[in-house]
């Protein structure tokens, strides 16, 4: 049959229609290996008793077999990168094969556990393959799809697997018994081999490189010194040499990475790729998958001991109960692809918190029920199965996410190997900690302690992967996305987030508190579970809140399609009123989670108020493929740093409004809501130099989060830092030694989305980056709220705080100074009969001059529900400096309307008495 196949980059291509059947034939060996792995979980409490065989034994089976495929995997990976995948991969399924068949022909357990070493070993040319081939044939946008059905096959083969040891075993085919679960692997191994040799693309050789044998002979050896002791250290009484061994293990893999980095300095190919140490995420990404594999193949095992032992179910009934819990497995796999390209990493923490409600569900069945039915069992299973489908796709797909083609073998290997390590080593510990209490006469109680230690395991996994493949695949990962990680309203999210609270509690500083203190803090991560819901708001998920998308409201706005690099890939709308003069201000103006430019103009009135005074209006607009509820990412490093991601995408948009509507540059001013006020604090501490002033509404001080542990906590109640660490934070963002923007602040008192301590800190910081008191200089009422002002020596405001007493989470509206509306309300745009929109502009020194007569302006703001038009700039852009710009240190100028007035006048008389001394 013809191939129609290149190689270019470290990337094959082959026609579209012809790698999917490359993939159908790769991860059909994959099929026969979890086939294989989970098949002997249901024969081997069978393959015991027929051989004789102790529980050291037993758990050698298994464990020996993952630390031979563990250690040489790397070997497989790196041969298939050299000597090309197809020609590896052939020459692993024939060794897998013919390893199968001495398994079925082992007389005694030490003969059954030398030949699984090989079988584990042959396994090890062949998986490697399996990945790299996907990650070198699906470079483009149907990787998640491949994935997918990657995930789907485990899911399938976990099922088959112990459907049919369960069969096999019980039928007895031709006096077989246990024996025919390896020879089953022969015919399947032979149609694998023949349809890779005919469809296979080949790879061009690597000429004239060797193996790191000694590499692969250290690494062995550390690996078995380290898992081989926890496998018969109950049979010596855990002896002093048992432990001495283990620390062995550990010094001899140090030296092997030694030794790996010895050989690359002489210009030899070591077992790993090293440059691949050096990719953080990669590496916390292995962290999170060898706790995740620590709960994996031991859980079965477990179960399968248990059930057979201390149910006395039989092994075919026994395999039956796991069938649920591999379907479900499917049906997650089924879908984790799509939902981790809108949620990231969430689908983890969703998936761990499924798993960790399966244990307790278990704990539960077993210690209520003295002999549960294998259907109740096989009910509980279920949840811990789908959840383990929900993360085990895109697991691999975020951890391999930042390997380059170049690489892929060497990065599925070492996949592999920690994924195989995980496995072993959870069969080893957790095994021996089983049959040690139940040869104490507890199988009961062995259970419970096992489930315990698979709890904390897979409460680690989504702790560790914090950030894994996100610099590599944006879209796909979501460390990058903090709002996606927010949406709880939908499945077990919730449990995720309060499992990761607590287990940042226990890791971080639980160890050595009281039991008290620990109980303090349960209390606390309860109380904080109980407000989950209450985040919809901030997320975007409530039904109200989707009344501000407003994709069908008339909008001023326009489209402009090119204005930089766009580092953060942002949407740039603009609106610059009919007639505006040469010099005029710029205000930039960030929407909250769940919004659009157009639908926060529409309810802010902003457009209302640049058509009415004269000022330019620039409004960036988030994408559900940076962040699934459009938030900007407020915390994110990468988004949050000069030069970098979404800040820089605005200041680039800044740049080009400057340039093409001839603004000041001294007067460019920033305000936004919710994640938006929070991005708003974010533009003012990145780039000073650029704004003259700012207002946060309803949003969070700079800095204080970098995680999502940080940034929920900052949320839900404000930053204990003092006053000059918050500043430090704001004087870190970047070295200016000029005058810094004015702040105005604006918050709810009823808030209990972001919580109202928050404005707090935010004038703390600023007050303290201006050198400013914390005491308010002035407090007055400005339309019954509470204002607080703080200035300078020049008597210039510099910060001020508005407290909206009673209003929850948004943006107040009200009636304008100049008996003017602006703006509409609905979901998180509060009538609170005060128009924030208008003071902050007159904070900004905007409202000195009306361009057009009230009647006007008051017909402007009505809304017209009609399909939106967006026309867009089609004009390219071209290479632009970014002007700097010196903020303008002039007193806004007063209102021409009486209240305005009044206030400017109040606020002159309280500065003036406040001076004399006769006002504190």
Not at 502 to 509: A, K
Request: glycine share 10%; net charge positive.
């Amino acid at each position: 049959m013809h191939q129609i196949v290149t190689y270019i980059s470290g990337t094959m291509s082959v026609d579209s229609s012809r790698r999917w059947w490359v993939l159908a034939t790769v991860v059909a060996a994959q099929f026969m290996f979890g086939v294989d792995a989970f098949i002997v979980n249901v024969a081997i409490p069978t393959i015991a008793v027929e051989l004789q065989a102790s529980a050291a034994e037993i758990e050698a089976v298994i464990a020996i077999y993952l630390i031979a495929y563990a250690t040489l995997v790397v070997t497989g990976g790196r041969l298939g990168d050299i000597y090309g995948t197809r020609n590896v991969f052939v020459a692993g399924v024939a060794g897998f094969s013919l390893a199968s068949l001495w398994c079925g022909l082992a007389q005694s357990g030490p003969e059954l556990i030398i030949a699984r070493l090989a079988q584990g070993a042959t396994a090890a040319l062949m998986v490697p393959q399996v990945l790299a081939t996907l990650h070198l044939l699906f470079a483009d946008s149907a990787r998640a799809r491949a994935f997918g059905i990657y995930g789907i096959v485990l899911g399938l083969s976990g099922a088959a697997g112990f459907l049919l040891g369960g069969v096999l075993v019980t039928l007895d085919l031709a006096g077989l018994g246990w024996r025919a679960v390896f020879f089953v692997n022969v015919p399947f191994g032979i149609v694998i081999i023949a349809a890779a040799l005919r469809i296979m693309p080949t790879v061009p050789h690597r000429a004239g490189t060797r193996l790191d044998l000694p590499g692969a002979v250290v690494l062995f050896a550390g690996l078995l010194c380290l898992i081989g002791p926890l496998l018969f250290g109950h049979d010596v009484h855990w002896s002093p040499w048992v432990w001495l061994v283990m620390a062995g293990g550990a010094v001899i893999i140090a030296v092997f990475v030694r030794l790996e980095r010895v050989i690359a300095r002489g210009g030899g190919m070591p077992l790993i790729d090293l440059a691949l140490l050096a990719d953080a995420a990669f590496m916390r990404g292995l962290v999170a998958v060898f706790f995740f594999f620590f709960a994996n193949l031991s859980f079965y095992l477990i179960m399968t001991m248990f059930m057979q032992k201390a149910l006395h179910i039989p092994p075919l009934q026994a395999g039956l109960v796991f069938m649920p819990a591999a379907l479900t497995f499917v049906v997650a796999s089924r879908h984790s692809g799509a939902r981790a390209r809108h949620r990231g990493t969430l689908v983890l923490i969703e998936g761990c918190a499924l798993q960790i409600v399966g244990l307790v569900a278990i704990a539960v069945t077993t210690a209520l029920i003295e002999a549960p039915s294998a259907l109740s069992l096989a009910l509980v299973l279920m949840i811990f199965g789908y959840g383990q489908g929900l993360v085990m796709a895109p697991l691999s797909s975020a951890v391999l996410s930042t390997v380059k083609p170049a690489s892929a073998g060497a990065g599925s290997g070492m996949y592999s190997t920690t994924a195989q390590i995980g496995n072993a080593a959870g069969v080893a510990a957790i095994g021996a900690v089983f049959f040690a209490i139940e040869a104490a006469g507890s199988a009961r109680l062995a259970l419970h302690s096992a489930c315990a230690l698979f709890g904390l395991s897979i409460i680690i996994a989504p702790h560790s992967c914090h950030g894994c493949g996100a610099q590599h695949d944006h879209k796909l990962i979501l460390d990058h996305e903090f709002t996606a990680r927010l949406t709880i309203s939908r499945g077990m999210t919730v449990y995720g987030l309060f499992i990761l609270r607590c287990s940042n509690y226990v890791f971080g500083r639980g160890w050595s508190k009281s039991p008290q203190e620990l109980l303090l803090s349960l209390a606390k991560n309860i109380e904080f579970l109980s407000h989950l819901p209450r985040l919809n708001g901030f997320n975007g998920f409530a039904a109200v809140y989707r009344r501000s998308l407003a994709p069908d409201v008339d909008s001023p706005l326009v489209e402009t399609a090119e204005f930089g690099s766009n580092p953060g890939a942002l949407k740039m709308y603009s609106f610059v009123p009919e007639g505006m003069p040469r010099g005029a201000a710029l205000v930039v103006v960030l929407h909250g989670c769940g919004q659009t430019a157009a639908g926060y103009d529409l309810g802010a009135g902003w457009s209302t108020l640049a058509r009415h005074y004269g000022f330019a209006l620039l409004l960036p607009e988030q994408q559900p493929a940076n962040n699934a509820n459009t938030c900007f990412n407020w915390f994110d490093p990468q988004d949050i740093t000069r030069g970098k991601g979404e800040a820089a995408s605005i200041r680039q948009m800044i740049a080009r409004m400057v340039i093409d509507h001839k603004l000041d540059p001294r007067r460019i001013y920033v305000t936004g809501l919710s994640a938006g006020g929070a991005m708003t604090s974010v533009m003012l501490a990145t780039y000073p130099d650029v704004f003259a002033a700012g207002a946060i509404v309803a949003g969070l001080p700079f800095g204080i989060a970098t995680n999502l542990r940080e940034a929920l906590n900052g949320m839900m109640q404000a930053s204990s830092r003092t006053a000059n660490e918050l500043g430090d934070l704001v004087r870190g963002a970047w070295k200016h030694d000029g005058p810094w923007p004015k702040v105005s602040v604006w918050h709810g008192s009823a808030d209990r989305t972001v919580n109202p301590g928050n404005a707090d800190a935010i004038v703390r910081q600023w007050l303290d980056v201006h050198g400013l008191p914390e005491a308010p200089m002035a407090a007055t009422m400005v339309d019954g709220y509470p204002r607080e002002v703080w200035w300078d020596s020049n008597g210039e405001t510099m910060v001020e705080s508005y407290t909206i007493t009673g209003m929850a989470h948004g943006t107040p509206l009200g009636i304008a100074a100049n008996d003017e509306r602006y703006g509409e309300a609905g979901a998180f745009l509060i009538e609170a009969g005060i128009s924030s929109s208008y003071h902050i502009a007159n904070f900004f020194g905007l409202t000195e001059r009306a361009r057009r007569p009230a009647p006007v302006a008051r017909e402007a703001a009505k809304p017209v529900v009609k399909p939106v038009t967006k026309p867009v700039a089609k004009e390219a852009a071209k290479p632009m400096p970014l002007p700097r710009a010196t903020p303008s240190r002039q007193a806004a100028p007063s209102s021409h309307s009486f209240r305005g007035r009044a206030r400017e006048i109040s606020d002159v008389i309280t500065r003036a008495l406040t001076a004399a001394g006769l006002m504190k």
